[in-house]
């Protein structure tokens, strides 16, 4: 597949080109080469301390919501699905803040508390949705919205219990937000997508036969329901370590997969492996946006609230053509 290895190169080197160029924009200047030749330079501290990290978080987070999105879209057969609106980032989020709550801190505990949320959160939707009669997909997207709705709601009453410090923190979870991470965080997160996303790549070609339907999938010797649960439990696993240190960043998983489908096809062997580059790149260019703006509007907007924008308005203009088509 010579094309395919070309689409996954390509995004390598776009990734990689956005985070060179965020590491070097900032509102104090650097050079890029000072930093790399001497060791001893504020450039290379700079780099080093304060912009790599965050530029990496937001790499790590774009590249697992991204690939989370792919599979549960070609899981759910509906182009709508995403972690966010899903409900799994929500319940990750519930799961964090209970952690924090009672007094965990541990960067390696945390992400378990919202593994846990995520797939609580998961099991409800799944359930909901399969007690619906018709429509599945969209019973899965409103079920989705509800549990969503619950959590920022469990998360605000949780506000009212805690210190003025934690209930400012809580509301940067509800949010999203990108800062500098403590390297062992940083990590944990690089650990728990890596292990996720190889679950959920290894199910590839297995999640093309599910787009022939259930019974035809089947036929073909595929468990449909072995499948379904590797990867709800998969994509809980990345988006709970991810929610756990930037809180809700929506609709990346929504907007990486609909524009690379657009130009790669809906092969899922291509599309999960090309979304991790593509997908970082993306965060990495909103929080880019979060950044700048700091220059015009002197403080910096949540980079889940560039998000949103982006991604609410794409979640918008696909619900009414899918309603559209299926009145038509």
């Not at 790590?60 to 599979?71: C, K, R």
């Not at 390297?183 to 890596?194: G, K, M």
Request: hydrophobic share 60%; net charge positive; aromatic share 6%.
């Amino acid at each position: 597949m010579p094309r395919a290895l070309g689409v996954v190169l390509l995004s390598l080197a776009v990734l990689l080109g956005a985070i060179a160029f965020a590491v070097s924009f900032g509102t104090e200047p650097i050079s890029l080469t000072r930093a790399l030749d001497d060791a001893s330079s504020l450039d290379r501290a700079i780099v080093v301390e304060v912009r790599l990290p965050r530029v990496l978080l937001g790499a790590l987070a774009g590249a697992g919501l991204s690939i989370v999105g792919v599979a549960l879209q070609a899981l759910l057969r509906n182009p709508l699905a995403e972690p966010y609106v899903l409900g799994v980032s929500g319940g990750s989020a519930v799961g964090a803040t209970l952690a924090i709550m009672i007094g965990i801190s541990s960067v390696s505990v945390v992400p378990l508390f919202a593994l846990g949320g995520g797939l609580a959160a998961t099991a409800v939707v799944h359930a909901i949705a399969a007690a619906a009669p018709t429509d599945r997909g969209m019973t899965v997207l409103l079920a989705g919205i509800v549990v969503n709705a619950m959590a920022s709601a469990v998360i605000t009453f949780v506000k009212t219990l805690v210190t003025q410090t934690k209930a400012q923190e809580l509301l940067f979870w509800l949010t999203g937000f990108l800062d500098v991470p403590p390297r062992s965080s940083l990590v944990a997160i690089a650990v728990y997508v890596a292990i996720g996303a190889a679950i959920l790549l290894r199910d590839a070609a297995r999640l093309n036969v599910l787009a022939l339907g259930d019974s035809a999938a089947e036929h073909l010797g595929v468990s449909v329901r072995a499948v379904e649960r590797r990867i709800y439990l998969a994509s809980a696993l990345v988006v709970g370590a991810i929610v756990s240190v930037t809180g809700l960043i929506g609709f990346v998983g929504l907007l990486v997969p609909h524009a690379l489908r657009r130009v790669v096809g809906p092969d899922a062997r291509v599309l999960m492996p090309a979304s991790l580059g593509f997908g970082g790149a993306v965060l990495v260019a909103c929080d880019l946006v979060s950044r700048a703006s700091f220059r015009f509007l002197y403080r910096e907007p949540p980079v889940g609230a560039v998000t949103a924008l982006l991604g609410g308005s794409l979640f918008l203009f696909l619900f009414i053509r899918s309603r559209r088509a299926q009145s038509s």
